[in-house]
């Protein structure tokens, strides 16, 4: 048997200085599974996806994620499974002292992807 439908998503963890990276590891029409690696004060911006859905399982680490176009937040941590439906806003800032580690899985592969301005500061 093949070992192509197992990752070791460590190979795919990046950290940067700059930006966070999008890593992916393994992309089909129906899915797109990312690794995220976030240091502390990076951030993704708000974003939505007009077609998809977005879950995140978080390994490690804590953040604030954005919730709204508002800028409203909730706090996120390690063990937790968020879910961004389809045109809902989302995003998260590093707000902690490790890194914020987790996978993202993007259904359909043709979700599409939309920067959000947020009006007010987040809270």
Known sequence: ?????????????QSTKGDPIRSVITESPDTVVVAWYINPNQEIAPHLH???QDTW???????????????????I????????????????LN???EPLVFI???SPATAGYQPVLIS???S
């Not at 048997?1 to 963890?13: C, G, L, P, Q, Y």
């Open 1 to 13: 048997m093949s070992n192509s439908r197992i990752f070791d998503s460590a190979k795919f963890f």
């Open 50 to 52: 007009p077609h998809g």
């Open 57 to 75: 399982t978080i390994l490690q680490g804590k953040g604030k994620y954005y919730l709204d176009q508002q800028g409203r937040t909730e706090a």
């Open 77 to 92: 941590a390690a063990g937790d499974i968020v879910i961004a439906p389809k045109g809902f806003v989302h995003g998260v």
């Open 95 to 97: 707000d902690g002292e």
């Open 104 to 106: 993202s899985t993007v």
């Open 120 to 122: 007010t500061s987040t």
